[in-house]
Protein backbone atom coordinates (compact mmCIF):
# COMPACT_ATOMS: atom_id res chain seq x y z
CA UNK A 1 0.00 0.00 0.00
CA UNK A 2 2.02 2.82 -1.21
CA UNK A 3 -0.16 5.72 -0.23
CA UNK A 4 -0.11 8.67 -2.93
CA UNK A 5 2.24 9.11 -4.88
CA UNK A 6 3.50 12.03 -7.70
CA UNK A 7 6.09 11.55 -10.65
CA UNK A 8 7.99 13.42 -11.28
CA UNK A 9 9.89 14.16 -7.35
CA UNK A 10 11.69 17.39 -9.25
CA UNK A 11 11.62 18.85 -13.34
CA UNK A 12 12.86 22.00 -14.22
CA UNK A 13 11.41 24.01 -17.19
CA UNK A 14 12.04 26.80 -19.60
CA UNK A 15 9.20 29.06 -19.75
CA UNK A 16 6.90 28.28 -22.23
CA UNK A 17 7.23 24.66 -22.24
CA UNK A 18 4.41 21.92 -21.23
CA UNK A 19 4.37 19.26 -18.83
CA UNK A 20 2.02 16.60 -16.80
CA UNK A 21 2.38 16.05 -13.02
CA UNK A 22 0.93 12.48 -12.20
CA UNK A 23 -0.38 11.76 -8.96
CA UNK A 24 -1.58 7.97 -7.99
CA UNK A 25 -3.16 6.75 -5.11
CA UNK A 26 -3.91 3.23 -3.90
CA UNK A 27 -6.60 3.75 -0.99
CA UNK A 28 -9.44 3.86 -3.79
CA UNK A 29 -10.04 7.46 -2.59
CA UNK A 30 -12.80 9.21 -4.32
CA UNK A 31 -11.60 12.78 -3.68
CA UNK A 32 -8.53 14.00 -5.08
CA UNK A 33 -6.85 17.48 -5.05
CA UNK A 34 -3.81 19.31 -6.22
CA UNK A 35 -2.14 22.08 -4.18
CA UNK A 36 0.79 24.21 -4.96
CA UNK A 37 2.50 25.47 -1.65
CA UNK A 38 5.33 28.64 -1.84
CA UNK A 39 7.08 30.38 1.12
CA UNK A 40 4.86 32.05 3.41
CA UNK A 41 1.96 31.42 1.13
CA UNK A 42 0.81 27.79 3.12
CA UNK A 43 -1.24 25.54 0.67
CA UNK A 44 -2.92 26.60 -1.87
CA UNK A 45 -5.75 24.48 -3.54
CA UNK A 46 -5.55 24.80 -7.29
CA UNK A 47 -7.97 21.95 -8.66
CA UNK A 48 -9.77 18.99 -7.39
CA UNK A 49 -11.95 15.75 -8.07
CA UNK A 50 -14.51 14.00 -6.68
CA UNK A 51 -14.54 11.49 -8.91
CA UNK A 52 -13.88 9.65 -11.80
CA UNK A 53 -14.61 12.29 -15.09
CA UNK A 54 -15.34 15.07 -13.02
CA UNK A 55 -13.08 18.65 -11.78
CA UNK A 56 -13.63 21.37 -10.52
CA UNK A 57 -11.42 24.97 -9.88
CA UNK A 58 -9.76 25.58 -6.40
CA UNK A 59 -8.72 28.98 -5.39
CA UNK A 60 -5.84 29.56 -8.01
CA UNK A 61 -6.17 27.79 -11.07
CA UNK A 62 -5.46 29.65 -13.46
CA UNK A 63 -2.63 28.43 -16.10
CA UNK A 64 -3.34 24.88 -14.80
CA UNK A 65 -5.56 22.05 -16.07
CA UNK A 66 -6.68 18.82 -14.94
CA UNK A 67 -7.99 15.28 -15.63
CA UNK A 68 -9.46 12.61 -14.10
CA UNK A 69 -9.82 9.39 -16.57
CA UNK A 70 -9.05 7.00 -14.04
CA UNK A 71 -10.06 6.97 -10.23
CA UNK A 72 -6.71 6.11 -8.85
CA UNK A 73 -5.01 9.15 -11.20
CA UNK A 74 -5.33 12.94 -11.33
CA UNK A 75 -2.74 14.18 -13.62
CA UNK A 76 -2.03 17.94 -13.56
CA UNK A 77 -1.03 20.06 -16.65
CA UNK A 78 0.59 23.36 -17.22
CA UNK A 79 0.38 24.31 -21.15
CA UNK A 80 2.78 27.11 -21.01
CA UNK A 81 4.74 27.15 -17.87
CA UNK A 82 5.77 30.72 -16.69
CA UNK A 83 8.25 31.31 -13.73
CA UNK A 84 5.02 32.08 -11.33
CA UNK A 85 4.04 28.70 -11.49
CA UNK A 86 7.91 27.61 -9.68
CA UNK A 87 6.49 25.96 -6.98
CA UNK A 88 5.86 22.41 -4.56
CA UNK A 89 3.38 20.63 -5.66
CA UNK A 90 1.13 18.33 -3.64
CA UNK A 91 -1.47 16.13 -4.64
CA UNK A 92 -3.80 14.53 -1.99
CA UNK A 93 -7.11 12.18 -1.63
CA UNK A 94 -9.44 11.31 0.82
CA UNK A 95 -12.30 9.12 1.18
CA UNK A 96 -16.01 10.45 -0.39
CA UNK A 97 -18.15 12.72 2.39
CA UNK A 98 -19.93 9.40 4.09
CA UNK A 99 -18.50 10.35 7.31
CA UNK A 100 -17.91 13.95 9.23
CA UNK A 101 -14.15 12.14 9.76
CA UNK A 102 -12.96 12.40 6.75
CA UNK A 103 -8.57 14.05 6.11
CA UNK A 104 -6.88 14.34 3.40
CA UNK A 105 -3.32 12.03 2.79
CA UNK A 106 -0.67 13.57 1.04
CA UNK A 107 1.98 12.92 -1.40
CA UNK A 108 5.44 13.65 -1.49
CA UNK A 109 5.44 16.57 -3.58
CA UNK A 110 6.86 17.92 -6.51
CA UNK A 111 9.59 20.76 -7.18
CA UNK A 112 8.83 22.44 -9.98
CA UNK A 113 11.44 25.40 -11.33
CA UNK A 114 10.50 27.36 -14.51
CA UNK A 115 13.16 29.50 -15.73
CA UNK B 1 -14.14 33.31 1.70
CA UNK B 2 -12.74 31.27 4.42
CA UNK B 3 -9.73 32.69 5.91
CA UNK B 4 -7.21 30.68 8.34
CA UNK B 5 -4.76 32.57 10.67
CA UNK B 6 -2.04 30.88 12.15
CA UNK B 7 0.59 32.35 15.08
CA UNK B 8 3.42 32.64 15.88
CA UNK B 9 5.11 32.33 12.13
CA UNK B 10 8.06 31.09 13.32
CA UNK B 11 9.37 29.60 16.70
CA UNK B 12 12.45 28.81 17.97
CA UNK B 13 12.41 26.71 21.53
CA UNK B 14 15.08 24.22 23.29
CA UNK B 15 14.28 21.01 23.82
CA UNK B 16 12.26 20.51 26.85
CA UNK B 17 10.10 23.44 26.53
CA UNK B 18 6.56 23.55 26.25
CA UNK B 19 4.99 25.54 22.84
CA UNK B 20 1.74 26.43 22.14
CA UNK B 21 0.85 27.03 18.36
CA UNK B 22 -2.37 29.46 17.73
CA UNK B 23 -5.11 28.89 14.52
CA UNK B 24 -8.04 30.97 14.08
CA UNK B 25 -10.34 30.72 11.26
CA UNK B 26 -13.45 32.82 9.40
CA UNK B 27 -15.03 29.79 7.76
CA UNK B 28 -18.78 29.91 6.91
CA UNK B 29 -20.93 26.89 8.24
CA UNK B 30 -17.84 25.32 10.15
CA UNK B 31 -17.28 21.39 9.67
CA UNK B 32 -13.93 20.61 11.60
CA UNK B 33 -10.42 21.91 11.63
CA UNK B 34 -6.95 20.18 11.03
CA UNK B 35 -3.59 20.37 11.86
CA UNK B 36 -0.94 18.33 10.14
CA UNK B 37 3.06 18.00 10.82
CA UNK B 38 5.33 18.89 7.72
CA UNK B 39 8.66 18.09 8.08
CA UNK B 40 10.95 17.46 4.89
CA UNK B 41 7.78 16.79 2.16
CA UNK B 42 4.18 15.67 2.74
CA UNK B 43 2.28 16.76 5.51
CA UNK B 44 1.18 14.27 7.81
CA UNK B 45 -1.75 14.59 9.57
CA UNK B 46 -2.29 14.62 13.47
CA UNK B 47 -6.13 15.84 14.76
CA UNK B 48 -9.39 16.79 13.48
CA UNK B 49 -11.35 18.68 15.50
CA UNK B 50 -14.97 19.20 14.71
CA UNK B 51 -17.99 20.05 16.91
CA UNK B 52 -18.44 16.38 18.71
CA UNK B 53 -15.08 16.61 19.46
CA UNK B 54 -12.71 19.86 20.67
CA UNK B 55 -9.71 17.91 22.44
CA UNK B 56 -8.14 15.68 20.96
CA UNK B 57 -4.25 14.50 22.66
CA UNK B 58 -1.47 11.66 21.01
CA UNK B 59 1.45 11.54 23.61
CA UNK B 60 2.77 15.34 24.06
CA UNK B 61 0.75 16.20 21.58
CA UNK B 62 -2.62 18.05 22.30
CA UNK B 63 -5.22 20.35 20.57
CA UNK B 64 -8.32 21.86 21.67
CA UNK B 65 -10.85 23.65 19.98
CA UNK B 66 -12.49 26.98 20.66
CA UNK B 67 -16.06 26.80 18.77
CA UNK B 68 -16.79 30.47 20.64
CA UNK B 69 -13.48 32.50 19.54
CA UNK B 70 -13.13 30.68 16.55
CA UNK B 71 -10.04 29.05 17.46
CA UNK B 72 -7.64 26.54 18.38
CA UNK B 73 -4.64 25.68 19.67
CA UNK B 74 -1.51 22.46 19.62
CA UNK B 75 0.36 21.94 22.35
CA UNK B 76 3.59 20.42 22.65
CA UNK B 77 5.06 19.49 26.13
CA UNK B 78 8.86 18.35 26.30
CA UNK B 79 9.76 19.20 22.67
CA UNK B 80 12.66 17.27 21.38
CA UNK B 81 14.23 18.27 18.12
CA UNK B 82 11.94 16.34 15.92
CA UNK B 83 9.60 18.29 16.45
CA UNK B 84 11.01 20.58 14.68
CA UNK B 85 8.54 21.08 11.41
CA UNK B 86 5.64 23.87 9.95
CA UNK B 87 2.92 23.13 11.75
CA UNK B 88 -0.18 23.78 9.74
CA UNK B 89 -3.67 24.36 10.37
CA UNK B 90 -6.80 23.89 7.89
CA UNK B 91 -10.66 24.50 7.96
CA UNK B 92 -13.27 22.35 6.50
CA UNK B 93 -16.33 23.88 5.59
CA UNK B 94 -19.75 21.96 6.04
CA UNK B 95 -20.55 22.37 2.41
CA UNK B 96 -18.81 21.85 -1.09
CA UNK B 97 -15.78 18.79 -1.03
CA UNK B 98 -13.88 18.34 1.89
CA UNK B 99 -11.96 21.14 0.86
CA UNK B 100 -9.28 22.65 3.03
CA UNK B 101 -8.16 26.03 3.81
CA UNK B 102 -4.70 26.45 5.06
CA UNK B 103 -2.98 28.93 7.19
CA UNK B 104 0.28 29.90 5.93
CA UNK B 105 1.75 27.47 9.23
CA UNK B 106 4.27 28.01 11.85
CA UNK B 107 7.75 27.22 11.61
CA UNK B 108 9.13 25.60 14.74
CA UNK B 109 12.42 24.97 15.77
CA UNK B 110 13.72 23.03 18.19
CA UNK B 111 17.44 23.51 19.07
CA UNK B 112 19.24 21.01 21.73
Known amino acids: NAGVTQTPKFRVLKTGQSMTLLCAQDMNHEYMYWYRQDPGMGLRLIHY???????AKGEVPDGYNVSRLKKQNFLLGLESAAPSQTSVYFCASSRAEASRETTQYFGPGTRLLVL | EDKVVQSPLSLVVHEGDTVTLNCSYE??????LLWYKQEKKAPTFLFMLTSSGIEKKSGRLSSILDKKELSSILNITATQTGDSAIYLC????????????FGKGTMLLVSP
Open chain 2, 90 to 101: AVVPNSGYSTLT
Open chain 1, 49 to 55: SVGEGTT
Open chain 2, 27 to 32: VTNFRS
